[in-house]
């Protein structure tokens, strides 16, 4: 976390590009958990996400 000693953050959206090849990886990301405790992903991403995942499944519905 910033301003933390030794401490590091991670940035989700460096990952983007990542998950169009492995999309499987998003549910276990230390960026994912750290943007969510962070409030940058919140309870209205993970209901779009759990929606696109739901309409197109898990792999196609990360990569949307």
């Not at 940035?11 to 998950?19: K, M, N, P, R, T």
């Not at 492995?22 to 990886?25: D, F, Q, R, S, T």
């Given at each position: 976390m910033p301003g933390r000693q030794g401490g590091s953050r991670l940035?989700?959206?460096?990952?983007?590009?990542?998950?169009l090849r492995?999309?499987?990886?998003l549910p276990r990301a230390t960026a994912l958990e750290q943007a969510r405790a962070a409030g940058e992903?919140?309870?209205a991403h993970d209901a779009w996400w759990e929606a696109v995942r739901k309409a197109h499944g898990d792999a196609e519905g990360t990569r949307t």
């Open positions: 940035e989700l959206d460096h990952y983007l590009e990542g998950l492995k999309p499987g990886a992903f919140s309870p």
